[in-house]
């Protein structure tokens, strides 16, 4: 393998348990990050007008795709369901901070983690195509 091998892998990694730690660990715990004056996710979804339900909605897809993301790291033919994925879902937080007019600095993490997914997605395209 190659360093950029090793680095996919590290991303995959900070990614994947980076989404597990906000769904599964910390969903309860105030955070910089989150929309409007939220202090959990289910009240951050609430500020940007979405309910319950569509909260535990994305929050599965969420925590699937990670779980499917770190899978890929072994079962590599994953990589792109994982990493576009968690993508288009992270876009969607972008648009929601936006959409409630957050500072711009709360839609970072999910800025920053578009950008590592793309990675991750346009070396699988380089190396599997």
Known sequence: MDL????I???????????????LIQPK???KWRGGDAKTIVEEFEVYGLSKTFCYIIGF???????ILLASIAFVNLTLIGSLGLAVLLLGSII????????LYKSFPA???IVMNLVIALHYLKVFS
Not at 4 to 7: A, C, F, L, P, Q
Not at 96 to 103: F, Q, R, S
């Open 9 to 23: 892998i590290a991303l995959k990694v900070i990614v994947g348990i980076s989404i597990l730690n906000v769904w």
């Open 61 to 67: 897809l969420k925590v699937s795709l990670a779980l």
């Open 29 to 31: 715990k105030p955070s």
């Open 96 to 103: 929601m901070h936006l959409k409630v007019k957050d500072e």
């Open 111 to 113: 800025f920053l983690f």
């Open 4 to 7: 950029i091998d090793y680095i």
